[in-house]
């Protein structure tokens, strides 16, 4: 039996190591638990080898790109191309048909589509002599259908982003602050806390992810006749390229 607890540790992007904040946005000083006494100052891939955490350095993903070649349909046959979402690996994939009377007509369709409005994850469509070179967003899979007779290729395979976006940093602490229980249960308002103003994330920077399981000895509990163990799962988010240091 194990009594398990997350733990979420937020480094802002101008903030001493030992100025970090928890997900209710209390600063934490110095700790040696989570090795915020910074024994090892420097970055944050040093720290993580100092301190036993498992380091995700932010690193940009690569859009991958496919090129359909047309020149093989058929005179007056109409163009088609069916892209597919199969990011999540879901049983249902967002998808969009687009069709066009040319290549350069269904280019044009598909530059700048989204397959479900408001996703916000367009794709780009470019044409030259038949051949269409579509590049997909960022951190998505994409599987293509089209004519019978046109040829498809795979020519950059996609590479997910590593560690996270500043979008993705936004929505992580946010979550944390949701499951740390500021819930409202009598139906008055409840204002969370800014993730930027009060938890210390800076608009547009991206984060490196540290993690680490922290157990603890065995312990025995009486009442129920039973051993136990604390386990504690710890993650650190420090702003990509921060140097880290002390106050």
Known sequence: MANTKD???IVPASAAMDECKNAAGRVLGADATYGLDMATPADAATFAAAQGYTVQAYTAAT???STVDTTGVAAGEEFFVTLIDVTNGRRQFPRKTFRGVSAAALATTINGAELEVGDSKAYTCTESAGVLTITYPADVICKIAANEDSVI???TPPVFTVGLTAAAAAELVANKVTKA???NRVGFPVIEPNVYATLGLAVGVNYDVLTKQIVSAVKFDKNVGASYQDVE???IIIADGAS???T
Do not use: C, K, Q, S
């Open 244 to 246: 880290l240091t002390n």
């Open 233 to 235: 799962n710890v993650t």
């Open 153 to 155: 290729d795979e020519t």
């Open 63 to 65: 859009a991958g790109i």
């Open 7 to 9: 733990t979420l540790i």
């Open 181 to 183: 229980g500021r819930t």
